[in-house]
Nanobody, 123 residues
């Protein structure tokens, strides 16, 4: 089992940047693919990005491709989501999540997630 703690949300103007952090702990953290999903009020959960733990490949939802970057530290225990050129439509609670797999299945199928962090983008 893996425990996840997200941080770094806040209020930013459109066009600005934020970096979210996810501290992962537990047994065999490096055997999980870790990523982010978000949920805006009244909307469905949406996978945003994912980092494969076996080959380092990254996956992004179409609307964030080119604006968001997922990465990890050398130990693999902290995963980051660098968000640039933020838009009001990016406003949501962002959750760090993990899959019991080395790969990222369709930016979904999350087995674990922690408390979210709120990102608000003003116009």
């Amino acid at each position: 089992e893996v425990q996840l703690q997200a941080s770094g949300g806040g209020l930013v103007q459109a066009g600005g940047s934020l970096r979210l952090s996810c501290a992962a702990s537990g047994d065999d953290v490096d055997s999980y693919a870790i990523g982010w999903f978000r949920q805006a009020p009244g909307k469905e959960r949406e996978g945003v990005a994912c980092l494969s733990s076996i080959d380092g490949r990254t996956y992004y939802e179409d609307s964030v491709q080119g604006r968001f970057t997922i990465s990890s530290d050398n130990a693999g225990n902290t995963v980051y989501l660098q968000m640039n050129s933020l838009k009001p439509g990016d406003t949501a609670v962002y959750y760090c999540a993990a899959v019991e797999d080395y790969y990222c299945p369709n930016l979904g199928g999350w087995d674990y997630y922690g408390q979210g962090t709120l990102v608000t983008v003003s116009s």
